[in-house]
């Protein structure tokens, strides 16, 4: 190895004059963020609850902003809801085609699974309005998923199943000229459910660096597939009242505009998505600090006035009907659920003219003494919440230029040190002990996916992901320890020509050290470890309700519920209250 090659990363900007947060200079409220060691606890991040600043909100909140137009310019479904359909969106001076074909699916091959070769509906977002050759070759291949050949001017694929009772009973109901039974409308939600949506250059999809560049209607992380979920909501309750129509033109009615709203579009999340969050640590870091930082202002910033405590306590009470009318059948969280109404009805009662409740500090304190972490997560929501202004400018720093840089030219007993001030919980923890390296991460040949592997169980733990950085981040500690023995006054330079293989965890911790969050504090190998904890972190990003696990595996959950239709996109009313959303009364 060229140790040229390795100094030459020491004159990197980004590495010399990294500010503490990541974010902009004049993005100043550093000194009140919670320490690392709090927000980037595991079971921390998997209480959390998607907020102001989460994906979807703020596509809703651009939609409205700048009046997208979305108009169907195909429609050619056949009287049982098969065949396809083509949208256009209008976003400015952009224009972009959502493309949505439906089949017939026998109810034995509906599988949520990314194991599933067949789907109900499959679709496409794509840059400008397909010509009939694009649609020609859109069909051929989308319906194939990841075994289709993609080109650069789709920005997403994706797949989704009926939620069978519930899309029959919708069009029986609206077959029949009557409204659709509200006690099943509550208890699932949506009528169809994506199984997976890809985007970032996937498959020879548009890289998310050309999204950035030419797309700047989709230009943040997540927009494009958040676009994408938002639309097969559209498409389905279209589906659903095409289909009763057909079937009885003289008595169909159409979906009352209040149950509309509130039927989102389901998700069903696996271990796929849990490798993002070490994969790409840059990016996280980002997305914790502009949290923290949101819940940094309103703590300074933010008044206490009767008007602000009034709304609090409604959105308290909006946050215990909506977990009311979350139905789960898993037992944990069925106790999470239920100790979360039961903690905040008691919070509630606390506040309510409470006269020593003056600033949020006072709350704060209170939170972290008495009540769980799903409690504090959700206040902590609904603080942000109260103060858009305070907020929302921080959406723009949502992405992050994710390079990984190394400073070859330190001493390495400054690395060491590092290691020691910045990772001691992970150089806290017993590799030695079985159940400390009982699970390994590995990726199916059959799907390319993320799965979980037990090490004195199964074979393919010569296959291991790298994502365990904890143990990574020891073992390169150990080898510092044992190179200075022998090289006292060594660089870091020479410490990797002599050991090649710790350049990776070397650069990551490099690079992360200057970062207040990134790396998750847990070991990932952990028997003990929750996988859904991590897909529970990045969900809340996302802007998911009603969080349903349906083993310790995978998730389903709503998107867009509650969110405005299309045809409100463009009334200039303020729709940005849809967080937490109720079943409508009636």
């Known amino acids: ?67 997208w137009q979305i108009r169907c310019s195909q429609f050619e479904l056949d009287d049982l809801g098969y065949g396809f359909a083509v949208y256009v969106l209008q976003a400015g001076t952009e224009i972009y085609s959502f493309v949505v074909f439906a089949v017939y699916l026998a109810d034995g091959s509906r599988n949520d699974r990314v194991i599933a070769g067949q789907w109900d509906l499959t679709m496409a977002l794509v840059q ?3 010509t009939d050759s694009q649609l020609q070759h859109l069909r051929a291949n989308v319906p194939l998923q990841e075994a289709g050949r993609m080109r650069p001017e789709m920005l997403v694929l994706s797949r989704a199943n009926r939620s069978k009772r519930m899309f029959d009973n919708v069009v029986d109901s609206l077959a029949t000229g009557l409204q659709p039974d509200m006690s099943r409308i509550k208890d699932v939600g949506y009528l169809c459910r994506t199984t997976a949506v890809y985007g970032s250059g996937k498959f020879g999809m548009a890289d998310w660096s050309v999204v950035q560049r030419s797309c700047r209607s ?14 097969l909501r559209h498409f389905s309750v279209e589906q659903v009242q ?21 039927l989102g579009v389901g998700n069903a999340t696996g271990l796929g998505m849990a490798p993002f969050l070490i994969k790409h640590p840059q990016l996280i870091a980002r997305w914790m600090t502009v949290r923290e930082v949101s819940l940094a202002r309103v703590m300074a910033r933010g008044k206490v006035t009767p008007e602000i405590l009034s709304r609090l306590l409604a959105m308290i009470e909006k946050v215990i009907q909506h977990t009311w009318e979350t139905h789960v059948k898993d037992p944990a969280q069925v106790t999470r659920n239920h100790q979360l109404m039961a903690e905040l009805t008691n919070l509630s009662e606390r506040l309510i003219g409470h006269q020593d409740f003056t600033d949020w500090q006072w709350l704060k304190v209170r939170l972290i003494e008495r009540y769980s972490l799903d409690t504090i997560e959700t206040m902590y929501a609904l603080m942000i919440e109260l103060y858009p202004h305070l907020v929302d400018d921080l959406e723009e720093y949502l992405g992050a230029d994710e390079h990984l840089q190394l400073r070859p030219e330190i001493a390495l007993s400054e690395l060491k040190r590092t290691i020691e001030s910045q990772y001691g919980w992970a150089l806290s923890i017993d590799f030695r002990r079985p159940e400390s390296q009982h699970v390994f991460w590995y990726r199916s040949e059959e799907k390319m996916e993320p799965r979980l592997g037990e090490r004195y ?66 070991n990932l190998a952990d028997q003990d470890m929750q996988p859904m904890h991590l897909l529970r972190a990045k969900l809340s990003f996302f802007g998911v309700s009603k969080f349903d696990p349906k083993s310790r595996l995978w998730v389903r959950n709503t998107m867009f519920q509650g969110a405005p239709l299309i045809s409100e996109l463009d009334s200039g009313r303020d729709l940005d209250d849809w967080y937490f959303p109720v079943a409508p009364i009636g």
């Not at 040229?4 to 990197?12: D, F, I, K, P, V």
């Not at 989709?218 to 938002?230: D, G, I």
């Open 218 to 231: 989709f230009a943040r992380p997540f927009a494009a597939e958040m676009f994408t979920c938002f639309m």
């Open 457 to 522: 169980v199964e074979s393919g733990a010569d296959k291991e992901l790298p994502v365990q950085v904890a143990r990574s981040v020891k073992a390169c500690h150990a080898l510092i320890l044992s190179d200075l023995l022998l090289h006292t006054d060594s660089d870091v330079v020479h410490f990797l020509l002599r050991h090649p293989d710790q350049i990776s965890i070397v650069r990551r911790i490099q690079t992360m050290t200057p970062l207040i969050y990134g790396d998750i504090r847990a």
């Open 128 to 130: 400008g309005e397909v």
């Open 242 to 262: 095409h289909i009763a129509r057909r079937r009885a033109p003289e008595t169909a009615v159409a979906l009352d505009s209040d149950i509309r709203r509130y």
């Open 1 to 67: 190895m060229d140790p040229g090659l390795l100094m030459n990363e020491a004159n990197s900007e980004t590495a010399q004059e990294r500010t503490t947060t990541g974010l902009p200079g004049e993005i100043d409220d550093i000194a009140d963020l919670r320490p690392a060691e709090t927000v980037m606890d595991l079971q921390r991040l998997g209480s959390l609850q998607s907020f102001r600043l989460s994906f979807m909100r703020i596509l809703v909140r651009q939609m409205v902003r700048d009046r």
